[in-house]
């Protein structure tokens, strides 16, 4: 008989120095984030070559794909806050199950995105705004990243399970490996370079689901083969209901934020999408570059939702609530320095993608509008992923909702229109929404309401066993009378 395989097991998370633990978590997802940004930059860098309506493009494009990234992210938090939870019960056999029922769901998600491809990516384009060439480069685009969406699914829910169970040095080596690919095909895919065509904003779409599929082959042979804390086995692609129904119950209201921003930022490319091509491609640029300052955030608040549900699976509520408050000083004392530098620098940076001088006059208002937020997005963003950490996703969407449907979109149309600001109207509506929802998100995690959530979800937990005959259900933790 076969030597049963051994697994990894994450020793710290849940005991020892609370800063440790989050560096040991937030460092490679950091790092991770970073390459991801890079990727990103390195698209616009070589997309920007071709001139600014292929940037609009991109940026429109980028946009929609909002779509694709609602039911990954969907997948992933729900995914997350379980296998966290699961490892800090120390039920190991119970997080192989939800990594099984997260591939199905990613499946699900890739045939929504194939009936997407077939009937709605021009008709979501044209609502986003896009015209004439902006419209068919941007078609070109989505046809590819969408007709594939199987490999970025995968990817994001497989990277999701194994930061999840503690491990985040694993899914930095599969970005590590993908972003080296889509950095080496992109000016070849984009710019013709040797024997291969100029495909332009397509040839960005090919680099990057290659790419991602060449990761997701090291992430696979991973959960078979290496030290892994979760396993892989077909076996465990039955589908189980109660399992689904958890990680899309939790997930929902994931994808429901995702798809507030977005209903947020449809409104707000048209306005912006008015002021023209240039402005247009501003935005982008500007959007993209804010998107730096966010990546230790997003490494931050990663590590703050595993490091709260395992904690809370493990009856350490105390220690789940102050590993997100020391996550909070962290990036605050990183968000800060560079929002200043943002302010002086903005010109210089804008010009690094384009010297076009309406745009750079127009990308650098921007940058030095929207870095006067940062402090606030430590709490936004830290806090509510906190709250997803331990299965409360529905309030972290209550308070999105709010800030971008509330106050962003009104305030921008308001200050842009009616008070005739212009662009400037459009950035002070942004900034409205991130204050907002910084505040919000620091009262309702002050008030401990996600402890409440996580104790109502385990009951639920362990009321239905997974499988008719297994015994990997949910045992008591005595959660409640831990909080």
């Known amino acids: 008989m076969r030597e049963q395989r051994k697994r990894k097991i994450e020793k710290g998370l849940i005991d020892g120095r609370i800063s440790s633990s989050i560096w040991k978590l937030a460092a490679p997802m950091m790092v991770g984030g970073a390459l991801q940004n890079l990727f990103s930059m390195v698209d616009l860098y070589f997309v920007g070559r071709l001139g600014h309506v292929e940037i609009a493009a991109l940026s429109i494009a980028g946009t929609v794909v909002a779509i694709l990234m609602m039911i990954a992210q969907g997948i992933a938090v729900g995914t997350t806050a379980l296998v966290a939870q699961s490892i800090g019960q120390r039920e190991h056999e119970k997080a192989d199950l939800i990594l099984g029922q997260t591939l199905l769901l990613c499946i699900i998600g890739s045939i929504i995105m194939l009936i997407v ?14 015209r004439d060439d902006v419209l068919i480069y941007a078609t070109g685009y989505l046809r590819i990243i969408f007709g594939w969406s199987i490999f970025i699914l995968f990817f994001v829910g497989i990277n999701s399970t194994i930061r999840g169970a503690g491990d985040a040095k694993t899914p930095l080596k599969a970005l590590i490996i993908a972003n080296v690919i889509n950095i080496f095909l992109d000016p070849i895919l984009i710019m013709g370079y040797g024997p291969c065509p100029q495909l332009g904003v397509e040839g960005s779409a090919i680099a990057t689901v290659a790419s991602r599929g060449i990761g997701l082959t090291f992430l696979f042979w991973h959960l078979i083969f290496g030290n892994s804390t979760v396993h892989f086995k077909l076996k465990h692609l039955k589908p189980i209901p109660t399992l689904m129904k958890r990680i899309t119950s939790i997930g929902s209201f994931a994808s429901l934020q995702v798809f507030i921003r977005e209903v947020s930022f449809l409104f707000l490319m048209r306005l912006v999408c008015s002021f023209g091509a240039i402005t247009l491609a501003a935005y982008g640029i500007g959007a993209r570059i804010r998107m730096f300052i966010m990546v230790p955030g997003f ?22 609530e102050k ?7 962290y990036y605050e004392s990183l968000a800060i320095p560079v929002a200043i530098l943002f302010i002086i620098f903005a010109p210089i940076i804008i010009k690094i993608f384009s010297d076009q001088p309406e745009l750079v006059l127009i990308g650098s208002s921007f940058l ?19 709250m997803n950490g331990a299965g409360d996703t529905k309030t972290p969407t209550l308070i999105n909702a709010i800030g971008q449907l509330a106050f962003r979109i009104p305030l921008a149309y308001l200050f842009a ?10 950035w002070l509506g942004i900034n409205a929404s991130d204050i907002v929802q910084g505040i919000g998100m620091t009262i309702v995690f002050y008030s401990g309401h996600w402890k409440k959530v996580y104790i109502k979800n385990s009951r639920k937990l362990e009321r239905k066993p997974l499988t008719p005959s297994t015994d990997a259900g949910l045992p008591s933790s005595g959660a409640e009378e831990a909080l």
């Open 117 to 130: 491809t077939i009937f709605l990516i021009e008709p979501l384009l044209r609502l986003f705004g896009a």
């Open 417 to 426: 229109l009616l008070l005739k600001m212009d662009q400037s109207g459009i």
């Open 323 to 329: 590993s997100a408050w020391q996550a909070v000083k």
């Open 368 to 386: 030095r509008y929207i870095a006067v937020t940062f402090p606030f997005l430590a709490f936004s963003i830290i806090l509510g992923q906190g």
């Open 299 to 320: 490494g931050f608040s990663s590590a703050a939702a595993v490091l709260v549900g395992q904690n809370l699976g493990a009856n350490k509520p105390k220690r789940a």
